[in-house]
């Protein structure tokens, strides 16, 4: 462990960088980003080559072992999240240097609180703690928040307003859980919970205590309200980093902790629960992404429906064979990176393709795919992987968790999945409608920077890309988890 | 990597490539863009020649990487993948350069052509997959390559039929999803084996088989416009000429017949499938779709419309061809894959010029067509003639294969379709060509352009001429080595004895 | 029935009302005082149930303290933006929730 | 003729016409080709005189492989054929180098012609099936070549019978070539041997009696010749009644399982039918007002008589080798006599200056042989009725086959008096072409020299015969005429249209298409129903899926905090349970 | 009372009950941690448990707690630079109250420095001391008294951005020798902690009056806002 620096430099690098971010002036802070990125890529990638060649380890803070320190991870999980947030994250910081020039002074703040955002993040990946994973939370849910309301328009800060009272209402629930697991197992490690858990009346509330905030957090249907107003009418890259990154941290320390509290304890009932939750959000989701007339609210709501695949995670694990389990992991995994890469791909487009005809109106976006082809082009490699069609991420995830639930012999999840994507492609293929169809001939749209649409294609085709080539991704990410031997 | 594996990518690169410059090219560059397309389309014409010749000589060609545990993607080139191969390369040159001129003046031809390009990459990575994962790649993938295609026009039609064309396609590309993982599930990953690689399950599991089949078959019946699944073809004829020739002679629909022939014959094997009763019923259902088909294109005025009937019913015949057991019945299927290819577009690339040269869509307005333009109605009756199966077109050699082939199978009610199918193809084909040669034109055409010396733009009549010759051709000197039926005769004694 | 119960159960008790506080009100400044008082709630379930019969364990007391400042932020926070947002719109309550 | 050379007119016979077709395709060669049209049919010509049966010619690169050869029977059809396209192409220069759509008329006659010779030295079942179907759809060309009204009836007519004709042969071929040992590649020699042990028998010989028959005028499928020869160019009509009309005989010829045992029943059908034909046919045709539509008549009565001999093989096998050069006999006797007769017709309506008498005379003497009494004619009915009465064991009924061969005679003397009656009517209208008559001057001259020489070719029948025969034949030439005669005094013609009972059958193809509009019209019924319920119900379930939009998200919103209250009592109610 | 009270009673109640049976049924636990931390505090460098576990065995959680704080600072200056306020017309022009400050302000600070001071072995510490500090600021801000470096808004981010880049620092800094993250060295822990700690408690104090001072004033007329925002939607 000596000499990983790396992992630190991780949540410390941003957390400098957001320091900094403030004291320097407002024309400073998005310069920040090439030293900030270059840094935090290399952190990323030194964690990476070090688990691959070393294996999954577990960083000591302050020298302290487990029950009485914090300890960090450091195992294929939380390297692959870190990865995949540096690689969203930049390419979003790099968006939003180019997008905010149009925007007041006052969003310069974006960049304080997107590092502080990271590192919130970063320090939720690593987390071997549950009360840490509070504070990590409330780092990253503040943050976000805070993001939310940069606007400070009316509806930006209603958004944000519910989404502070939904995370708090979230956070609090979780806290109470994580007392009541304290209590029973003295323990706040999760090593230490994986080998006392017992089930018994304390910890079954905690669990559900636990489950309950995450959920808030995680926006699943039908606790979903929050999410709309705040990811789609925030700023572009917010809106992006949100639905792509934040959501997943909350749904992170779900899936961790239900592993660490083991198939004992964590009852099949509830796991079938959190399932149709999931089909609820992926129905509900994709109807009411159809349904929209905005642009931005359409690929929010698509959130929400994407967030319940997500939970098929929970009954395709619990209670199924090993293969099932391992498939359902992979599958899960799968689905949510590649959602995070399409989903942020999705809003920078769609960022770029309002900026292009000055209307958040999908019914605006008429013949827009004659001017502004490359906007559109991201936008349906995003929703490709979104519709869950090949080749993509999405598809390979669908693949591995239609693989899981006919080995678990849970077919009813196979409807879920069907449906789920022909209503994406419903919502996806609303937009193209609109876009193909033949309007003005001259071009009255504007042209967005380059930069811009760069950074769009390159998440898109990372989103493709992950689908092709998913075998080493979930390689890394199974290292040093239960699936990892299979 | 060998060289093998290198060429076998570099043919479904060539159109990748091209698709992705031409995304990229800025709309004005016309020149710059038609040279580029039509020297993909001569390489990978080249490079398809030169697997055919290799594949002839029993080389192995095969691609394939990881991703994810179990599951490979695959390219490999055998008789059966090369015959499509060979079919979509030598058409899309034909539909390239018909489209260069039919869209002249055209807006969007950068998403138009880049869109083409990745809807052939998709097809020939269709034909070229070594496993069921791979060809569900690139099953979606033509899926979405096309439907920019279908909605070219930006119409509210032409939105509508691309709305339709998704909500089956889509509903069946999940179907079939389902039915692969479904088989993944049982016996990994499934590689197309000639001979299947179900046959050794637990007998047990037989039903469930059958239930995955159906799956399937409703899976890839959606694009082969298998009744009651084909209401999105005619709908999707809005497109653009070589967009529905394409969609009907090539991508789309040959697509769904090419997956049927391989879940049949690669998956489950032919004799297995025999075995567990499902070819009959596959049968009835084509026949059915051959006489419906038959039917409603009767009725249509509209000349696209009719074909896109016409196509219905054509393409059951492939359906019809491998739901034969028997040798001769497949080579009958098989070898219709390519005719109706050879006779669809050309007849397509007719109602093309018809309507681009004279402004001409409907059948009742064709009166007298041939004298203004006899190269284009020669054509036209080439391909009508092959429809109906007179010899010694080529429609006539797949016909004849399919009869004999259904009399071995024990099908002899088949005959009876095929000579019904027969006779109400020339009842709706003769009548066109009655009213093309026959009938005299009694008002002025309304002819908006100077299309070139020729009767119309020779990048219109040349790739029509080209493929009429090509389908009387192949009926003609059907017993030539390399010739559809010999390519199909190869494939079937490789498939019966593995 | 020792004393750390009493604490607990009331700590579960503030939750509880806390809960319901946040659920009934409609006024933002009434939701955070609910959310206060249900993070005191908490708090409390953590310093109750510290104390078993081994002694006084003060990990959760340290526990307590940090989420007491983070409850004074998000406090903050939530002050914050509620302010403006009473500023903006001059409601007191949150659009769609009357 | 040996070896390459032999070879070589094997192909060119039907390759000529078909090369000359295909570089009509070159639009700077057409007008050279219309001049050499009409001399297309030479080389089959040439062959037919000095080919040797038995030779082949394999073209292996052709469709499933093709053979080409000759045998005794198609040499002669192959004979009579190709005299008459070339007198008909010479009678009709006028056609095919000049006037109206000359270079349509063209095309089509070459193919027709092409296909045509190739059907008769075809040698497999598929190069056979090839140029049948492109004759005859090729010869639609011709028939609705002068466009008008009654034209295009008789084309569609053609048309509709010859699909069915087409189709319905094409099922028999299948059947049967499946049945023989290489059904890829089937000889035709192969298929009456094959087709009598097939277990579809009866299907096959019904597929391909009816499907040729729509060619040779079968009942009930006779309908396109009336009008066909009717409303044809001349030379059309005559190549189609010459010749043509005899594809379909050549197809029952080489097809049918004739002298095989055990299909008497199909044999009585086809006598009978035959022998329907033959009065219903001359009945009908009497009563028609155009020369053509008669003898179109007179052909259908004809066919019936030789459905009659072809009937008779099938039951009684042993008379086989009779009864083929009857057959033979009668067909070149026919076909040369129809020919002149319908070349005729065009020289007649024009205006000339030559010796009435004379023309008179050429046209009566094919007339003479047809009712039998000319040498040819004689030969030819008293070779059938030989064969027939051979010392076979034969069934009790055909002793009556003379009488009806007789009283059918009858017919056709009326038929022919009925014919030249309506042609004096006619003659003289129009102007004179030359070309027509070098055309008809040439078959005329080929069927005298036929009628003449054939019954020295027919040595098969025993002279004896053939005297008794002219005494047979005599009665009812005399008694037709008298009847002719009778009929001119006092009856008048029924009102019989040219297709008799074809007004019967038209709603059928009609039926088809109405089928597929009702298909149509269903998929759009519902769907239109639907879209009106839809139209109904959308606006009504627009606003309720707004309200239940609004409604679903209001609730979300608003109550997110009861709701994740209520979830977390629920899970939280369920681990308790569970513990 | 609606539906909606009365379910909502009844599911509290019930999320109640159940949370008051998790707490009964808790059964001890076999993991003993505050022996653990008995055993470590020589090696902590503090004398009390609580700062100790606060600083230096869970020292990461205090300095994300911290970023927390900064964080609101962060989001209530953004806010305000969105949503400009008028210059503040705040304070009470009362002669009293300053002369009671005047009194009051020495003592906060000692106070302030004793709980700081006193963390390192009773109940105590920075939060505590910075709490005060900031209590002292918010009187002094009512009591009308403008303390210019107050407003000086880079003087101001360096003072909030204080505690957090020092802890950072001292985190970075003792792994120099091959160490964790924040693993003081035995001999200087005491010292370190209490350096962590004075800077924490300025930043803490500042934080939480930045954050008072930076809600807009009661006394801002919302529909006035309102039309701004009217303009500009």
Redesign the interface.
């Known amino acids: 462990m000596i000499g990983l620096w790396s992992v630190p430099l991780l949540f410390a690098l941003p957390l400098a960088l957001g320091i900094l971010s403030l004291l320097v002036t407002p024309a400073w802070r998005p310069r920040l980003i090439f030293v900030g990125l270059p840094l935090l890529a290399v952190a990323s990638f030194d964690v990476l080559a070090r688990l691959v060649v070393e294996g999954p380890r577990i960083y000591e803070l302050g020298g302290w072992q487990a029950p009485l320190g914090i300890n960090l991870v450091v195992d294929g999980l939380a390297v692959g999240m870190i990865l995949m947030t540096t690689l969203v994250a930049s390419l979003c910081a790099l968006y939003a240097r180019v997008y905010l020039r149009d925007y007041p002074p006052s969003s310069s703040f974006f960049w304080p609180l997107l590092w502080l955002l990271w590192a919130g993040m970063n320090g939720i990946w690593l987390a071997e703690d549950i009360f840490n994973l509070y504070v990590g939370l409330e780092v990253m849910g503040l943050a976000a928040v805070g993001m939310v309301a940069l606007r400070a328009t009316p509806q930006a800060l209603a958004a944000a307003m519910r989404y502070l009272l939904a995370a708090l209402l979230g956070s609090l629930a979780y806290l109470l859980g994580v007392a009541l697991l304290y209590a029973t197992y003295g323990t706040l490690s999760m090593a230490g919970l994986h080998e006392a858990a017992a089930p018994n009346v304390t910890t079954h509330v905690a669990l559900a205590l636990i489950i309950l905030g995450l959920l808030l957090k995680t926006a699943l249907f039908p606790l979903h309200a929050w999410l709309p107003p705040a990811h789609g009418g925030a700023l572009t890259p917010v809106s992006a980093l949100l639905s792509a990154l934040v959501i997943k941290a909350s749904f992170y320390i779900l899936m961790r902790i239900w592993l660490v509290l083991g198939p004992e304890v964590t009852p099949i009932f509830t796991a079938q629960v959190l399932g149709v939750l999931g089909a609820g959000a992926v129905f509900y989701g994709g109807w009411m992404a159809w349904r929209q007339h905005h642009l931005k609210q359409l690929v929010a709501y698509s959130t929400v429906a994407q967030i319940g695949y997500l939970f098929l995670f929970f009954p395709l694990v619990t209670g199924t064979g090993p293969e099932a389990a391992r498939l359902a992991w992979d599958g899960t995994l799968m689905m949510l990176v590649a959602h995070a890469l399409a989903k942020a791909a999705l809003f920078l487009s769609a960022g770029n393709l309002i900026l292009a005809v000055g209307s958040t109106q999908i019914s605006h976006l008429v013949g827009i795919s004659r001017f502004r082809p490359m906007s559109l082009f991201s936008f349906g490699l995003a929703g490709v992987s979104l519709m869950g069609l090949p080749p993509s991420g999405g598809f390979t995830g669908k693949w591995l968790l239609l693989h899981s639930a006919i080995l678990s012999g849970q077919w009813w999840w196979l409807i879920v999945l069907f449906l789920g994507g022909l209503l994406s492609a419903a919502y996806i293929f609303k937009v193209f409608r609109m876009s193909f169809r033949e309007g003005p001939q001259i071009d009255r749209s504007v042209t967005p920077p380059l930069t811009l649409d760069v950074t769009a294609l390159i998440l898109a085709s990372a989103a493709i890309l992950i689908g092709l080539t998913a075998h080493l991704p979930l390689f890394w990410l199974r290292l040093g988890s239960a699936f990892g031997a299979g | 990597m060998t060289w093998n594996a290198l060429i076998l990518f570099g043919v479904l690169a060539t159109s990748l490539v091209a698709s992705a410059v031409i ?1 990229l090219l800025a ?1 004005s560059r016309h020149t710059t863009r038609s040279v580029f397309n039509l020297a993909a389309a001569v390489l990978k014409l080249l490079l398809v020649g030169w697997i055919v010749w290799g594949v002839y000589q029993n080389i192995d060609y095969e691609f394939r990487f ?4 179990g ?1 490979d ?1 695959i390219l490999r080139a055998d008789a059966l993948g090369m015959m499509f191969v060979g079919l979509s390369s030598l058409l899309w040159l034909f539909t390239t350069i018909y489209a260069i001129g039919y869209l002249e003046k055209a ?2 031809r ?2 138009f052509f880049g869109f083409f390009s990745l809807c052939v990459a998709s097809t020939v990575g269709i034909a070229l997959a070594g496993n069921l ?1 791979t060809f ?3 099953y ?2 033509l ?2 390559s096309t ?2 295609l279908v ?6 039609e032409s ?1 509508r039929a ?2 339709v064309y ?1 909500y089956y396609t ?2 069946g ?3 079939l ?2 039915g692969v ?2 088989l ?2 049982l016996v990994g990953d499934t590689e197309f084996v000639p001979g299947g690689v179900l046959s050794g399950l637990d007998p047990s599991l037989h039903p469930l088989l059958i239930g995955i089949f159906l799956m399937m078959i409703i899976g890839l019946g959606v694009k082969a416009a298998l009744f009651p699944l084909h ?1 999105w073809l005619p709908m999707a004829m809005v497109a653009p000429a070589p967009v529905s020739a394409l969609l009907h002679a090539v991508a789309v629909v040959k697509a769904g017949a090419f997956g049927i022939a391989r879940l049949v014959y690669d998956v489950y094997g032919i004799e297995f499938a025999f075995s567990l009763g499902l070819l009959g019923p596959l049968a009835v259902a084509a026949s059915i779709t051959i006489i ?1 088909g ?7 005025d509209d000349l696209k419309k009719r074909l896109a009937f016409s196509t219905v019913s054509q393409v059951s015949y492939i359906i019809l061809g491998i739901s034969l057991f028997g040798p ?1 019945g497949t080579l009958g299927g098989l070898v219709h894959l390519l005719h109706q290819g050879l006779m669809k577009i050309t007849l397509f690339f007719c109602a093309g010029n018809y309507a681009e040269t004279l402004g001409v869509h409907k059948i009742s307005e064709l009166d007298g067509a041939g004298q203004r333009m006899p190269a284009t109605s ?1 054509a036209f009756t080439l391909g009508a ?1 092959g429809m ?5 077109m080529a429609g ?2 797949s ?3 399919l ?2 082939g259904a ?2 199978a024990g099908m ?1 009610w088949v ?2 379709v ?3 199918s ?3 193809n ?3 084909f ?1 009548p066109i060509l ?1 009213r093309i ?2 009938r ?1 034109r009694e008002r002025l055409w309304c002819e908006g352009k100077v299309l070139g010396r020729f009767e119309t733009s020779g990048w219109l009549l040349l790739p029509t001429l080209a493929t009429a010759a090509f389908a009387l051709i192949a ?6 080595p390399f010739s559809p ?1 010999y390519w199909a005769d190869l494939i079937v004694s490789r498939e019966y004895l593995p | 029935m020792s004393s750390a119960l009493v604490f607990a159960w009331s700590g579960v008790l503030l939750f509880g009302l806390g809960l319901f506080g946040f659920i009934a009100h409609r006024h933002l400044l009434r939701r955070l005082l609910a959310f206060n008082i249900m993070g005191s709630g908490s708090f409390l379930v953590l310093i109750g149930l510290a104390q078993d019969g081994r002694g006084v364990d003060h990990v959760p007391h340290a526990m307590v303290i940090t989420g007491i400042v983070v409850a004074v932020a998000s406090t903050a926070l939530a002050l914050v933006v509620f302010r403006r947002w009473y500023r903006a719109s001059g409601r007191t309550d949150l659009p769609e929730d009357t | 003729m040996s070896g390459l050379v032999g070879t070589t007119a094997l192909i060119l016979a039907p390759g000529v016409p078909l090369a000359l077709g295909v570089l009509w395709g070159f639009p700077r060669l057409r007008r050279h080709i219309g001049p050499i049209a009409p001399w297309a049919a030479i080389p089959a010509l040439l062959l037919a005189l000095f080919g040797i049966p038995g030779e082949t010619v394999e073209l292996s690169w052709l469709l499933f492989g093709g053979y080409l050869g000759l045998t005794d029977t198609t040499r002669v059809f192959l004979f009579f054929t190709a005299l008459i396209w070339f007198a008909a192409g010479i009678h009709g220069r006028g056609h095919l180098a000049e006037g109206d759509h000359c270079e349509r008329f063209c095309v089509f006659w070459l193919f027709t012609l092409a296909g045509n010779i190739g059907l008769i030295v075809a040698l497999d079942v598929a190069l056979f099936y090839t140029s049948f179907a492109l004759m005859t759809f090729a010869a639609y060309g011709l028939i609705v070549h002068d466009q008008n009204e009654i034209a295009q009836r008789a084309g569609r007519v053609y048309l509709v019978l010859a699909v069915l004709g087409e189709a319905l042969i094409l099922m028999g071929l299948l059947l049967a070539a499946r049945a023989t040992a290489a059904p890829l590649l089937p000889m035709l020699a192969e298929l009456p041997q094959a087709i009598a042990g097939a277990p579809e028998r009866d299907l096959i010989i019904a597929s391909l009696w009816l499907g040729f028959g729509v060619k040779a005028g079968l009942p009930l499928l006779h309908f396109s010749l009336p009008l066909a020869y009717g409303a044809a160019p001349v030379p059309v009509a005559a190549a189609l009644a010459g010749a043509m009309i005899k594809a379909g005989l050549l197809g029952w010829l080489v097809t049918l399982p004739l002298g095989f045992v055990g299909l008497q029943h199909w044999g009585t059908i086809i006598i009978l039918t035959g022998l329907f034909a033959a009065f219903a046919a001359a009945l009908i045709g009497v009563n028609q007002k155009q020369p053509r539509v008669v003898l179109a008549y007179s052909s259908i009565s004809q066919m019936g008589l030789i459905s009659v001999g072809i009937g008779a093989w099938m039951v009684a096998p042993e008379l086989g080798p009779l009864l083929a050069v009857a057959i033979t006999v009668f067909a070149l006797h026919h076909s040369l006599a129809k020919a002149a007769l319908f070349l005729g017709t065009e020289v007649v309506r024009h205006r000339t200056r030559r010796p009435a008498l004379w023309l008179w005379v050429g046209l009566g003497i094919p007339a003479l042989a047809l009712a039998g009494l000319m040498p040819s004619g004689l030969v030819a009915k008293a070779s059938l009725k030989y064969g027939l009465l051979a010392n076979a064991p034969v069934p009790e009924a055909w002793s009556y086959l003379p009488l009806l061969l007789g009283l059918a005679a009858i017919g056709t003397t009326a038929l022919m008096a009925r014919h030249l009656w309506l042609l004096r009517l006619e003659a003289g209208r129009d102007e004179a072409q030359p070309t027509a008559w070098h055309g008809w001057a040439l078959i005329t001259a080929a069927t005298v020299l036929g009628i003449l020489l054939l019954p020295l070719w027919g040595i098969e029948v025993p002279w004896m015969a053939a005297a008794g025969g002219l005494i047979d034949a005599l009665w009812p030439v005399a008694a037709g005429l008298v009847l002719a005669a009778f009929a001119w005094r006092w009856l008048r013609p029924l009102p019989i249209p040219p297709a008799d009972a074809l007004m019967l059958l038209t709603p059928l193809p009609g039926l088809a298409l109405r089928a597929g509009q009702a298909l149509g019209v269903t998929g759009p019924a519902v769907r239109r129903g639907l879209r009106h319920l839809e139209a109904k119900a959308l606006d009504r379930y627009r606003r309720a899926d707004h309200r239940l939009g609004r409604f679903t998200e209001q609730l979300w919103r608003r109550d997110a905090s009861l709701l994740f209250a209520l979830l977390l009592a629920v899970v939280a109610l369920i681990g308790i349970r569970i513990a | 009372m609606s539906l909606r009270i009365v379910s909502a009673a009844l599911l509290c109640l019930a999320v109640t009950g159940a949370l008051a049976w998790a707490v009964l049924d808790r059964p001890l636990p076999e993991e003993n941690l505050p022996e653990r931390v008995a055993a470590a505090m020589p090696e902590s460098g503090v004398d009390h448990p609580v700062t100790a576990v606060l600083l230096n065995f869970r020292s990461y959680d205090t300095l994300l707690e911290i970023a927390v704080l900064l964080l609101a600072v962060v989001v209530a200056l953004a806010l305000r630079e969105a949503q400009p306020d008028r210059p503040e017309q705040m304070g009470l022009e009362n002669p009293l109250l300053r002369a009671v400050m005047a009194w009051l302000l020495p003592l906060i600070l000692i106070v302030a420095g004793f709980l700081l001071w006193a963390g390192s072995y009773q109940p105590g510490g920075a939060f505590q001391a910075g709490s005060v500090l900031a209590a002292a600021g918010v009187l002094l801000r009512l009591a009308g008294v403008t303390t210019a470096w107050l407003d000086n808004a880079t003087l101001m981010r360096a003072g909030l951005a204080l505690g957090l880049l020092t802890f950072l620092g001292v985190g970075l800094l003792v792994m120099i020798p091959g160490v964790p993250f924040l693993t003081y060295p035995l001999e200087y822990a005491g010292t370190l902690i209490l350096l962590i700690e004075l800077t924490l408690t300025l930043s803490i104090g500042l934080t939480l009056i930045s954050l008072f001072r930076l809600t807009p004033p009661y006394a801002d007329d919302p529909d006035e806002a309102r039309e701004q925002q009217g303009k500009t939607p």
Do not use: C, D
């Open positions: 995304f709309e990881t991703i994810i545990e599951v993607f807006p969007n950068s998403r994962f569900l790649l690139f979606e993938l899926t979405l439907y920019p909605v070219h026009r930006g119409t509210r939105l691309g709305q998704l889509l509903g590309g999940a179907l999803l389902f993982v479904a993944h599930v209401a419906y038959s039917l409603r294109a009767l009725a249509q001769v020669v003639f109906i199966g007179i010899p010694p006539f050699i016909k004849w294969y009869g004999i009399l071995e002899n005959l009876g095929l000579i019904l027969s006779l109400l020339a009842a709706y003769l009655y040669w026959f005299r009926g003609v000197l059907a017993g030539m039926l």
